[in-house]
């Protein structure tokens, strides 16, 4: 199995709404990933979380706060974003971090009025 | 840091010929290359991966070619078929713990019946 599954597959939240999105593995990795990605680009790497400690976080704004609750779910709590948010938020998992192929969940994508 | 070129960013190409996508990187040490197949609205897929210890790797019509001299790696494919319409994307990674994937812009790939 190597799926990585995230809900919800849309979103629509208002600049001043509270909103979160998970993202949930069970084949037993031990790092995963947010990508933001905007239409007909690459994703762009957001955070990485290795053994449920964040590793990486690639200057992303505060209002974007990823959490690690256990080994298989991944969280995004979303706060007073900007029209320039929207996008398709993909999670990603890997055996281990900076080894192993990465698995891409679908994505959310999220639109922000 | 490493840094990812894609050439082209659109191939059209007639059902039945080859289509070529060309990377280059940055980074000298990285190792690992992989390929992801992304359809409109979908997740990015791995469809084909390659490190540094091969020189070229095969799947079906699939093919990956990787000249370490040169620092660069292509995607090969034959026989293009319309279901192959997809964006690609490339990727490098260098070794070590906390390494990262950087992706290349993308090639927008159309297969016309």
């Known amino acids: 199995d190597t799926e990585v599954t995230q809900t919800p597959k849309h979103l629509v939240m208002g600049m001043t709404n509270k909103k979160s999105l998970k993202c949930e593995q069970h084949?037993?990795?031990?790092?995963m990933y947010w990508y933001k990605q905007k239409a007909k680009k690459p994703p762009e790497l957001m955070f990485v979380?290795?053994?449920?400690?964040?590793?990486i976080n690639e200057s992303v704004p505060s209002r974007f706060s990823p959490e690690c609750p256990n080994s298989s779910l991944l969280n995004l709590h979303l706060h007073a974003l900007q029209p320039e948010d929207s996008a398709l938020y993909l999670c990603?998992?890997?055996?281990?971090?900076?080894?192993?192929?990465?698995?891409f969940g679908a994505g959310t994508r999220l639109s922000v009025l | 840091g490493e840094n990812v070129e894609q050439h082209p960013s659109t191939l059209s190409v007639q059902e039945g010929d080859s289509a070529v996508i060309k990377c280059t990187y940055s980074?000298?040490?990285?190792?690992?290359f992989p390929w992801y197949k992304q359809e409109l609205g979908k997740r990015p897929q791995l469809i084909i991966d390659?490190?540094?210890?091969?020189g070229e790797k095969k799947d079906q019509r699939i093919a990956v070619t990787l000249n370490k001299t040169a620092k660069h790696f292509s995607l090969h494919i034959t026989e293009t078929q319309p279901e192959d319409s997809a964006v690609y994307f490339c990727a490098a990674r260098p070794p070590g713990g906390y390494s990262t994937l950087t992706f290349g812009k993308g090639t927008m790939l159309l297969v016309s019946p």
């Open positions: 980074d000298s040490a990285s190792n690992y």
């Open positions: 084949m037993g990795h031990r790092a």
């Open positions: 979380y290795s053994y449920e400690k964040l590793s």
């Open positions: 390659i490190r540094s210890n091969v």
């Open positions: 990603a998992s890997s055996q281990e971090e900076g080894r192993n192929i990465q698995y």
